[in-house]
T-cell receptor, first 114, second 113 residues
Framework: NAGVMQNPRHLVRRRGQEARLRCSPM?????VYWYRQLPEEGLKFMVY????????ESGMPKERFSAEFPKEGPSILRIQQVVRGDSAAYFC????????????FGPGTRLTVL | GENVEQHPSTLSVQEGDSAVIKCTYS??????FPWYKQELGKRPQLIID???NVGEKKDQRIAVTLNKTAKHFSLHITETQPEDSAVYFC????????????WGAGTKLIIKP
């Protein structure tokens, strides 16, 4: 599983609801990237987090989206007041160690907004 | 900042033939170049990578070449098989970019039987 789990694998929300996506790296992995992939499109970087720290959120929409990676527990990508355009696959990726480039992806969460 | 361009966007080859996908990058500080394969409905998976201290790397039917002077790198797949059908993404990374991967737009590879 490449050392990272995501849940739920599929999430259905109605417009205006909140979506919470979880990314659980194996113990010892403290660097997480979140990506969004619209159907038939490429990977769009959203945010890079270390434990208790947001390193780079330049790809994150300014409104409705937030991310965290607490000291204990999974990384959470939170989307408030979802709209149909938020329907996409959301992947998190881990990198084994700080200062390493390789990224290994989780299985993704497919969000559908009705 | 870094910019990665990938071509072609779609590539159709006969089974058994070779496929080549090309990427160019803009930041001369980039020193790590991975290739990912994404099958339909699945996660992107790292299939091969190369660092700037080598010019070529092979793993069975796949190989990657790097030309630092021209700032381009290519993925080569020989003796293509139906299971090679997927979307392939290239990326580039450097210490200057905090090791973040800058991604190409992807190439849809179709293997015709």
């Amino acid at each position: 599983n490449a050392g990272v789990m995501q849940n739920p694998r599929h999430l259905v929300r109605r417009r205006g609801q909140e979506a919470r996506l979880r990314c659980s790296p194996m113990k010892g992995h403290s660097h997480v990237y979140w990506y969004r992939q619209l159907p038939e499109e490429g990977l769009k970087f959203m945010v890079y987090l270390q434990k208790e720290n947001i390193i780079d959120e330049s790809g994150m929409p300014k409104e409705r989206f937030s991310a965290e990676f607490p000291k204990e527990g999974p990384s959470i990508l939170r989307i408030q007041q979802v709209v149909r355009g938020d329907s996409a696959a959301y992947f998190c990726a881990i990198t084994p160690l700080q200062g390493h480039n390789e990224q290994f992806f989780g299985p993704g969460t497919r969000l559908t907004v009705l | 900042g870094e910019n990665v361009e990938q071509h072609p966007s779609t590539l159709s080859v006969q089974e058994g033939d070779s496929a080549v996908i090309k990427c160019t990058y803009s930041d001369s500080a980039s020193n790590y170049f991975p290739w990912y394969k994404q099958e339909l409905g699945k996660r992107p998976q790292l299939i091969i990578d190369i660092r700037s201290n080598v010019g070529e790397k092979k793993d069975q039917r796949i190989a990657v070449t790097l030309n630092k002077t021209a700032k381009h790198f290519s993925l080569h797949i020989t003796e293509t098989q139906p299971e090679d059908s997927a979307v392939y993404f290239c990326a580039a990374s450097s210490m200057d970019s905090n090791y973040q991967l800058i991604w190409g737009a992807g190439t849809k590879l179709i293997i015709k039987p």
